[in-house]
């Protein structure tokens, strides 16, 4: 019994990596604009348009954009929780593990992934912070659609640090909202992936 769901964990991870990769190489292909007609393309995008569909529909307005890195958040969320939930099943049904050890070890890596989740966006953020403190360097036009996606993104996060931070020559906000950012995911998220690493692997500390 317990091989069987160590097979059914290996299986699923690997399929949620398939699939992650699959949603990778379209997105770089969705970059070069390919043939709508190809074969591949149309497996890529029976794979993965559903998903981002959906994501798109339900995503605020200013960020129906990014639905395909949201699913690519998903999926590593998934990653991470379904292959633990099910081992902790094989223990539990084993008679390893109580049902309250169980159902803690499911709580921990539901924590993990969610703590996973959220450090990559925070990083992403601080990317977009920094890109857009060096563009604001070299005043870049607003109408490239690039930086118009970039400003709907960052202003809601540095108009209120715009507010109370002295006024420059240089706007020094995208910096310190992306230093406060990595203090957070450093001492918050980071913390919480420790606590839940140690529920989802020992069952608490």
């Known amino acids: 019994m317990d091989s ?13 990596t398939l699939y992650e990769w699959i949603i990778i190489i379209a997105i770089l292909i969705s970059w070069v604009h390919p043939d709508p007609n190809n074969p591949i393309v149309i497996f890529l995008n029976r794979m993965t348009l559903p998903l981002w569909n959906y994501l798109s529909s339900r995503l ?19 990653k991470i929780f379904l292959p633990g ?14 049902a309250s050890i169980f159902g803690v070890k499911v709580v921990g890596y539901f924590l993990l992934g969610t703590a996973f989740i959220f450090q990559n966006l925070l990083y992403f953020l601080i990317f977009l912070l920094l890109i857009w403190f060096f563009l604001t360097l070299i005043n870049p ?35 310190v909202a992306a ?23 020992r069952g608490g500390f």
């Open 4 to 16: 069987l769901f160590e097979f059914l964990a290996v299986t699923t991870g690997w399929v949620l």
């Open 60 to 78: 605020p307005n200013s960020l129906s954009l990014f639905s395909a890195y949201v699913s690519l958040l998903l999926v590593w969320f998934l």
């Open 85 to 98: 939930a099910i081992l902790s099943l094989g223990s539990f049904v084993e008679g390893i593990d109580t």
């Open 141 to 175: 036009s607003l109408n490239n659609p690039i930086v118009r996606t970039l400003v709907i993104l960052v202003d809601p996060i540095i108009t209120p640090f715009q507010k109370r931070l002295p006024r420059g020559r240089i706007d020094l906000s995208p910096l």
């Open 179 to 201: 230093g406060i950012f990595f203090l957070i995911n450093r001492f918050v998220f980071g913390a919480l992936g420790y606590y839940a690493s140690q529920l989802a692997h």
